[in-house]
């Protein structure tokens, strides 16, 4: 069974950092494009940053500058370092992988880790 579980989430300060993990297990044929996603509570899930398999990056304007999304492509593994993070980062954060199989990409996503941040 194919799992994304991501960690690294908790209670931080306004201004504080956390880095968050995506590992991923399970598979053959590893991952295309991977992401994070965040989804506050009443709102609906949103892209914060993508990373392709030559390591192209793309953010929401809410992170830019201040989150980095970065891939081990050996280990099929993505992290997000978030820095300067704001009461409005708070939220859980969902990894997301395009599962390569035999035939097509089948979307995955993880269980979510929540990211609290404290005024």
């Known amino acids: 069974q194919v799992q994304l579980v991501e960690s690294g989430g908790g209670l931080v300060q306004s201004g504080g950092s956390l880095r968050l993990s995506c590992a991923t297990s399970g598979h053959i044929y590893g991952f295309e494009d991977m992401a994070w996603y965040r989804q506050a509570p009443g709102q609906p899930r949103e892209l914060v940053a993508n990373?392709?398999?030559?390591?192209?990056?793309n953010y929401a304007d809410a992170v830019k500058g201040r989150f980095t999304i970065s891939r081990d492509s050996d280990k099929d593994t993505i992290y997000l370092e978030m820095n300067s993070l704001k009461p409005e980062d708070t939220a859980i954060y969902y990894c997301?992988?395009?599962?390569?199989?035999?035939?097509?990409?089948?979307?995955?996503w993880g269980q979510g880790t929540q990211v609290t941040v404290s005024v």
């Open positions: 997301y992988g395009d599962l390569r199989t035999a035939v097509r990409l089948i979307p995955l």
């Open positions: 990373i392709t398999t030559d390591l192209h990056t």
